[in-house]
């Protein structure tokens, strides 16, 4: 297993390959994959963003995409997760490395704190996961369409 990093231009060709597709359509999780490019092309393209890519075999088997910017709350520079996805049949070592390869982007970036993001059903039981790690609960969202 290996993790990759995704500049703008790699990204797109991803995209265009359906790699993302696959590994979203596997877990399940529906994202309008145009606006998702559009975003995260011009988040990459912004240096403020990077998305990291586990692979077995040359197929991804997870990804995880975070944007730096200061914490709106406190002005620390923070790192926060957009997306990220591990395949339930990839190595556990993949979501693990995605962690430790966003947290060390974070810190290039200048970030003081990383903000894991637990958005998505199917991952409902990663507390421990993120305990161990040493994170702490430090806010529930809520969210409604408007």
Not at 64 to 86: L, Y
Request: charged letters at 20%; a negative charge; proline letters at 2%.
């Amino acid at each position: 297993m290996t993790i990759g990093s995704l500049d703008a231009d790699n990204f797109v060709q991803c995209v265009n390959s359906g790699a993302l597709d696959r590994l979203l359509d596997d877990v399940e999780m529906k994202i309008d994959i145009n606006s998702f490019t559009t975003l995260w092309f011009t988040l990459l393209k912004a240096r403020i963003a990077a998305i990291f890519l586990s692979l077995e075999d040359g197929i991804a088997t997870g990804a995880m995409g975070a944007i730096c910017a200061p914490d709106p709350n406190d002005g620390v520079m923070a790192v926060t997760t957009g997306v990220w996805v591990v395949h339930p049949d990839a190595n556990m070592m993949a979501g693990i490395g995605l962690f430790g390869a966003v947290e060390k982007w974070g810190k290039t970036m200048g970030a003081g704190k990383l903000t894991m993001v637990k958005c998505h059903e199917a991952i409902k039981d990663m507390d421990g996961f993120f305990i161990r790690q040493g994170y702490r609960q430090s806010e529930v969202r809520y969210t409604k369409a408007i």
